[in-house]
């Protein structure tokens, strides 16, 4: 005979959470010994990977996350919140408009170059050499535009060129840490390897955005390339939450991309070819 209960119980199991009446207790730790003793970027971590981060590795997931907090409202994720806003919908549906816009293009990008750092990494037989390091580099770069199109995530900015003002204060974050040993340092090798190599193949310098230098610090810690998506997610959700409450108070109804005195084109569809 079928154990009903047992049947039920197990149909979600999880080493996340231990829930009972009057307990509560994260990947095996009470919660009541966690509240006030660990960051929220601890949080994270224990939550997403279990265990806990060393300072210098909580460091570098906080610093992360600040550095992806927003980028006003001409980034989609944050003018589709704010539109929502003035749609007279509550918080948690704006904020769940502007994280479902950080797709492969916005936001989402981190997680495809993390694929192309480690591409990369695997194909280094000495990461200290600088010529092996250029030669892995290429050979990622041809394998990825051969599979995927000419453009590199993770590169690149439409406001910001050739600096992000973002990426070299993470990467110095990054060997600053790499200099206890918690870290290996070598995928901001690798990552501004990739930059100098776009920047001579199209003839000028171009920028490592925030998807290219939060996936740098999500490889050196560990974080296989979903969960950099997963984190800018976490990350750009607080700009969003801001935005929105801050629409909000400002009101306004229905708002869209452009002001009402402004029309978009119409053109024929025999003009569309």
Do not use: Y
Request: charged share 20%.
């Amino acid at each position: 005979m079928t154990d009903h209960n047992s049947a039920v119980s197990e149909w979600w199991t999880t080493s996340i959470i231990d829930m009972e009446p009057g307990k509560i207790a994260f990947r095996g730790q009470p919660i009541e010994s966690l509240i006030g003793t660990l960051s929220f970027a601890e949080m994270i971590w224990l939550m997403v990977r279990g265990g806990r981060p060393s300072a210098v590795q909580a460091g570098l997931l906080e610093a992360a996350l600040v550095a992806g907090v927003d980028h006003g409202p001409q980034a989609p994720s944050i003018s589709a919140a704010r539109m929502a806003a003035t749609c007279g919908v509550g918080l948690n549906n704006v904020m769940a408009t502007g994280v479902n816009m950080l797709g492969d293009v916005h936001g989402g990008a981190g997680e495809q170059c993390a694929e192309l750092l480690l591409s990369v990494e695997v194909r280094l037989p000495d990461p200290a050499g600088a010529l092996g390091l250029q030669a892995a580099v290429s050979a990622s770069m041809d394998e990825w535009r051969a599979e995927r199109g000419k453009i590199i995530p993770g590169f690149g900015h439409r406001f910001h060129h050739p600096v992000d003002p973002r990426a070299p204060r993470l990467m110095e974050l990054v060997r600053e840490a790499a200099k206890t040993g918690e870290v290996s340092g070598r995928f901001v090798d690798i990552g501004e390897a990739v930059q100098a190599e776009i920047g001579a193949k199209r003839g000028s310098p171009i920028a490592m955005n925030i998807d290219g230098a939060t996936a740098v610090i999500f490889c050196e810690l560990g974080f296989p390339p979903p969960l950099s998506r997963g984190m800018f997610c976490l990350s750009r959700s607080v700009g969003i939450l801001a935005h929105g409450w801050e629409q909000m108070q400002q009101g306004g109804r229905n708002k869209g991309p452009m002001p009402p005195s402004i029309l978009p084109a119409f053109k024929s569809e025999n003009t569309l070819d």
